[in-house]
C-alpha cells in the first residue's frame, strides 16, 4: 500500500463511484477497479460491498478511509512546512551569543521579529570559546561573538569596535584618581577575565602590567563577563573589561573609568562558517546584520 493508492481509494470513496472518480483522477476505470481488488486482496478484508445499484462501506473500508484522509492531509501539511522553510518565512534559527554581545543580539532579533514572525529563534548563550566549537561542530548556524584572532575558515560581519574600561565598587573611588594608571591598581584585588582559546585579551592585559614592571593582585579569574561585573558590583575587586553595551547589568555600585593606559579594543563580529550552507531561515537572520 503507497500513497498513490491511499489519494486513489480517497477519491473513489469521496465520489460513490469508481467511473466517477477515474474521470476525476483522469484514468480508464479499469485500472481503478483492479486497484480496489489489490488493496482488498493487501488487507484480506473487503472495503466495500458492491450491488447492482448502489454500494456500501465496510467497517473495514471506513478505517482505511479515515487513515487515509488523515495521512493524506498530514503529507501536505508537511509540503507546505517545506515549502515556507524553503522561502525562509518559517524554521528555526540556531544563534550563539556571548555574554559582551548579549544586548547586541536583543535589538538584531527585535529587528529580525518585526519581519519573520514565523521564525523561532533558538539562543545558545556561553563564552566565546565554546560558541566557536558548537559553530565548527555545526550546532549553532550563527554565533555573535568577540572577534578571535583565527577567522579563516568563517564568514564575517564586523561590528563597531568597542574600547576597554575599568570597573571598580563606588566604595573604592578615593583609591583612584578620575584616570586610573596601572600603578594605581596593581595591589587592588583584581577579577581578571579568563584566559580563552583563540583570544588575546588575558595575555594582553598582562603584558601591560609587565611592560610598566607591575603585577595584578588576581583573586578570581573568570570567563563570563556579567559574572565578573556582578563581582566586581558587590564590592569584591575591580576589573578590565570590554566596554560593549551592558543595559540588563546592575552597574548601582560600581564606577566606569575610561582606562587609556590600555590601549587595546575589542571587535563583535557575527559569524558563520565558510562555504557551508545555513537554512533559509538563518540566511535571513544574517542578511539583516549590516
Given at each position: 500500500?503507497?500513497?498513490?493508492?491511499?489519494q486513489?481509494y480517497?477519491?473513489?470513496v469521496?465520489?460513490g463511484?469508481?467511473?466517477?472518480a477515474a474521470e476525476i483522477?483522469?484514468?480508464a476505470?479499469p485500472?481503478?477497479?483492479q486497484?480496489l481488488?489489490?488493496?482488498?486482496?493487501?488487507l484480506?478484508a473487503?472495503l466495500?460491498?458492491?450491488?447492482r445499484?448502489?454500494?456500501?462501506?465496510t467497517?473495514?473500508?471506513?478505517v482505511?478511509?479515515?487513515?487515509?484522509?488523515q495521512l493524506?492531509?498530514?503529507?501536505e501539511e508537511v509540503?507546505?512546512?517545506?515549502?515556507?522553510?524553503?522561502e525562509?518565512t518559517?524554521g528555526t534559527v540556531?544563534?550563539?551569543v556571548?555574554s559582551?554581545c548579549?544586548n547586541?543580539?536583543?535589538?538584531?532579533?527585535v529587528?529580525?521579529?518585526e519581519?519573520?514572525?514565523?521564525i523561532?529563534?533558538?539562543i545558545?548563550t556561553g563564552?566565546?570559546?565554546?560558541?566557536?566549537?558548537?559553530?565548527?561542530?555545526?550546532?549553532?548556524?550563527?554565533?555573535?561573538?568577540?572577534?578571535?584572532s583565527?577567522?579563516q575558515?568563517y564568514?564575517?560581519?564586523t561590528?563597531?569596535?568597542?574600547p576597554?574600561?575599568?570597573?571598580?565598587?563606588?566604595?573604592?573611588?578615593s583609591?583612584?584618581?578620575d584616570q586610573p594608571?596601572?600603578?594605581?591598581?596593581a595591589?587592588?584585588p583584581?577579577?581578571?577575565l579568563?584566559?580563552?582559546?583563540?583570544y588575546?585579551f588575558?595575555?594582553?592585559i598582562?603584558k601591560a602590567?609587565?611592560e610598566?614592571e607591575l603585577?595584578?593582585n588576581?583573586i578570581v579569574?573568570c570567563?563570563?563577563?556579567p559574572m565578573?561585573v556582578a563581582?566586581v558590583?558587590?564590592?569584591?575587586?575591580?576589573?578590565i573589561?570590554?566596554k560593549?553595551?551592558?543595559?540588563?547589568?546592575?552597574?548601582e555600585?560600581?564606577?566606569?573609568?575610561?582606562f587609556r593606559?590600555f590601549?587595546?579594543s575589542v571587535?563583535p563580529?557575527m559569524?558563520k562558517?565558510?562555504?557551508?550552507p545555513?537554512s533559509?531561515?538563518?540566511?535571513?537572520?544574517?542578511?539583516?546584520v549590516k
Amino acid at each position: 500500500m503507497d500513497i498513490r493508492q491511499l489519494q486513489y481509494y480517497k477519491e473513489i470513496v469521496k465520489q460513490g463511484n469508481i467511473s466517477k472518480a477515474a474521470e476525476i483522477l483522469n484514468i480508464a476505470q479499469p485500472p481503478l477497479s483492479q486497484l480496489l481488488k489489490k488493496l482488498e486482496t493487501e488487507l484480506g478484508a473487503t472495503l466495500i460491498h458492491r450491488y447492482r445499484q448502489k454500494w456500501e462501506l465496510t467497517e473495514s473500508g471506513k478505517v482505511l478511509y479515515q487513515y487515509a484522509e488523515q495521512l493524506l492531509n498530514q503529507l501536505e501539511e508537511v509540503k507546505k512546512r517545506i515549502h515556507e522553510i524553503e522561502e525562509g518565512t518559517t524554521g528555526t534559527v540556531r544563534i550563539g551569543v556571548s555574554s559582551a554581545c548579549s544586548n547586541m543580539l536583543i535589538d538584531y532579533i527585535v529587528g529580525f521579529r518585526e519581519q519573520f514572525s514565523q521564525i523561532k529563534i533558538n539562543i545558545f548563550t556561553g563564552d566565546s570559546e565554546g560558541l566557536l566549537n558548537k559553530l565548527k561542530q555545526k550546532e549553532i548556524d550563527i554565533a555573535l561573538l568577540l572577534r578571535p584572532s583565527n577567522t579563516q575558515y568563517y564568514e564575517m560581519k564586523t561590528l563597531k569596535k568597542e574600547p576597554t574600561i575599568l570597573i571598580a565598587p563606588n566604595s573604592w573611588t578615593s583609591f583612584l584618581s578620575d584616570q586610573p594608571t596601572l600603578k594605581e591598581i596593581a595591589n587592588l584585588p583584581f577579577i581578571k577575565l579568563g584566559a580563552m582559546e583563540g583570544y588575546s585579551f588575558y595575555e594582553n592585559i598582562l603584558k601591560a602590567f609587565e611592560e610598566h614592571e607591575l603585577k595584578p593582585n588576581i583573586i578570581v579569574e573568570c570567563k563570563d563577563i556579567p559574572m565578573v561585573v556582578a563581582l566586581v558590583n558587590r564590592g569584591l575587586g575591580i576589573s578590565i573589561i570590554p566596554k560593549m553595551n551592558y543595559k540588563s547589568l546592575f552597574y548601582e555600585h560600581l564606577k566606569i573609568y575610561e582606562f587609556r593606559q590600555f590601549d587595546f579594543s575589542v571587535e563583535p563580529v557575527m559569524m558563520k562558517l565558510k562555504d557551508v550552507p545555513i537554512s533559509k531561515a538563518a540566511a535571513q537572520f544574517w542578511e539583516i546584520v549590516k
